[in-house]
């Protein structure tokens, strides 16, 4: 698992969204499909994808709000 390092840093990462409401209220650390693990901190709409977590995204088959657990990783800004 990466924490905080390396390419994770240049893309938006799929997380859970309770996850992801989680972590804005507690502070506690989130994890992305492709495993990164990270408290949340950008604004996800600035960065590309992770090809990772689309790639696994897909294969799990998922359907509804596609950028609903998108969620960028790092530090500073906003979620």
Same mark, same amino acid.
């Given at each position: 698992?990466?924490?905080?390092?390396? /390419?994770?840093?240049? #893309?938006?990462?799929?997380?859970?969204?309770?996850? %992801?409401?989680? *972590?804005?209220?507690? @502070?506690?650390?989130?994890?992305?499909?492709?495993?990164?693990?990270?408290?949340?901190?950008? /604004?996800?709409?600035? #960065?590309?994808?992770?090809?990772?977590?689309?790639? %696994?995204?897909? *294969?799990?088959?998922? @359907?509804?709000?596609?950028?609903?657990?998108?969620?960028?990783?790092?530090?500073?800004?906003?979620?």
């Amino acid at each position: 698992m990466s924490h905080g390092d390396g /390419d994770h840093e240049r #893309y938006a990462h799929y997380v859970q969204k309770d996850k %992801i409401m989680a *972590s804005a209220l507690d @502070g506690t650390p989130v994890v992305a499909l492709c495993g990164k693990v990270w408290v949340p901190g950008r /604004d996800p709409k600035k #960065y590309p994808v992770c090809p990772m977590c689309k790639e %696994i995204y897909e *294969s799990m088959g998922a @359907g509804g709000d596609k950028d609903g657990g998108k969620d960028g990783g790092g530090k500073g800004g906003k979620k």
